[in-house]
């Protein structure tokens, strides 16, 4: 069993920067490739972004490609979503997910076995 914990959202202006982190315990954390998803209000949950498991390939939506950026420290159980030149269309809940597939990275959320509880990200003037 696995369980993943965001930290990090909050409010932000558009044009800024956050940094949200995913700390995962149980089973060997590195050899899970890693994703992020995101769900506004009334819409269904999309992919962010996803990280092979050895951390060294990253796939992002097209909508955030150059803003944001996924990296994975298996040292601390723990892979991050930086987000840089915020917009108001970002804001959502956004959760991490794992998943043990070796290759990767994944961008279907039925590719994903386990799921954090989410971390609500606001950008507002």
């Known amino acids: 069993q696995v369980q993943l914990a965001e930290s990090g959202g909050g409010l932000v202006q558009p044009e800024g920067s956050l940094r949200l982190s995913c700390a995962a315990s149980?089973?060997?954390?590195?050899?899970?490739?890693m994703g992020w998803f995101r769900q506004a209000p009334g819409k269904e949950r999309e992919f962010v972004g996803s990280i092979n498991w050895l951390g060294a390939t990253a796939d992002y939506t097209n909508s955030v490609k150059g803003r944001f950026t996924i990296s994975k420290n298996d040292a601390n159980n723990t892979v991050f979503l930086q987000m840089n030149s915020l917009k108001p269309e970002d804001t959502a809940v956004y959760y991490c997910?794992?998943?043990?597939?070796?290759?990767?990275?994944?961008?279907?959320?039925?590719?994903?076995?386990?799921w954090g509880q989410g971390t609500q990200v606001t950008v507002s003037s």
């Open positions: 149980g089973r060997i954390f590195r050899n899970y490739a």
């Open positions: 997910a794992a998943t043990l597939r070796f290759g990767g990275p994944y961008t279907e959320a039925s590719e994903y076995t386990y």
